[in-house]
T-cell receptor
Framework: NAGVTQTPKFQVLKTGQSMTLQCAQD?????MSWYRQDPGMGLRLIHY???????DQGEVPNGYNVSRSTTEDFPLRLLSAAPSQTSVYFCASSLGTSGRSTDTQYFGPGTRLTVL | KQEVTQIPAALSVPEGENLVLNCSFTDSAIYNLQWFRQDPGKGLTSLLL?????REQTSGRLNASLDKSSGRSTLYIAASQPGDSATYLCAVLRKTSYDKVIFGPGTSLSVIP
């Protein structure tokens, strides 16, 4: 299994540009999520999905959109990039969120985004 | 609101020493608590997951304990090695909002050869 994969690894954008960060997992996990990691702020949840067709907001959703058309893919879209969105973005997946399953989270390697 | 803290923020120990990392959370209504390791410039790797009904989990030189009543978890690393140098994060899956995992800020560990 490839686990959780993310593309691209690095990206530089200009203010106002849009782009999509890709995330895919091959473990047939229902739960997928996006985090951003900033110095001094830790990991913060942006959006999450509990299955295909179902998404919800996390702590810091403004400026980001997600969709989940398949179990495997969970792309994160930046609508109009701002310097405040400079961060490292991580995608994660887990088997489920019931608390009755393992719920071990598996993380991708991250995308380092700079917005000028 | 669930808050997760970790003490100390940074720790430097000589190789071979046993050490304890601490994690505290304010809301004891959790499904589970997970410990992660993050190497510089890398993603997070899960080390141990403790369900709310469990008191501890062990994997190799690692042992994690959970005391829900006091809102605390500890990660014990035996016979530390330079390869253990990394940032260690704890995260809780809380019952009041069971779809969301809350992370602590992490403890940066440096093991000196």
């Amino acid at each position: 299994n490839a686990g959780v994969t993310q593309t691209p690894k690095f990206q530089v954008l200009k203010t106002g540009q849009s782009m999509t960060l890709q995330c895919a997992q091959d473990m047939n996990h229902e739960y997928m999520s996006w985090y951003r990691q900033d110095p001094g702020m830790g990991l913060r949840l942006i959006h999450y999905s509990v299955g295909a067709g179902i998404t919800d907001q996390g702590e810091v959703p403004n400026g980001y959109n997600v969709s989940r058309s398949t179990t495997e893919d969970f792309p994160l879209r930046l609508l109009s990039a701002a310097p405040s969105q400079t961060s490292v973005y991580f995608c994660a997946s887990s088997l489920g969120t019931s608390g009755r399953s393992t719920d071990t989270q598996y993380f991708g390697p991250g995308t380092r985004l700079t917005v000028l | 609101k669930q808050e997760v803290t970790q003490i100390p923020a940074a720790l430097s120990v000589p190789e071979g020493e046993n050490l304890v990392l601490n994690c505290s959370f304010t809301d004891s209504a959790i499904y589970n608590l997970q410990w992660f390791r993050q190497d510089p410039g890398k993603g997070l790797t899960s080390l141990l997951l403790i369900q709310s009904s469990q008191r501890e989990q062990t994997s190799g030189r690692l042992n994690a304990s959970l005391d829900k009543s006091s809102g605390r978890s500890t990660l014990y690393i035996a016979a530390s090695q330079p390869g253990d140098s990394a940032t260690y994060l704890c995260a809780v899956l809380r019952k009041t909002s069971y779809d969301k995992v809350i992370f602590g800020p992490g403890t940066s560990l440096s093991v000196i050869p």
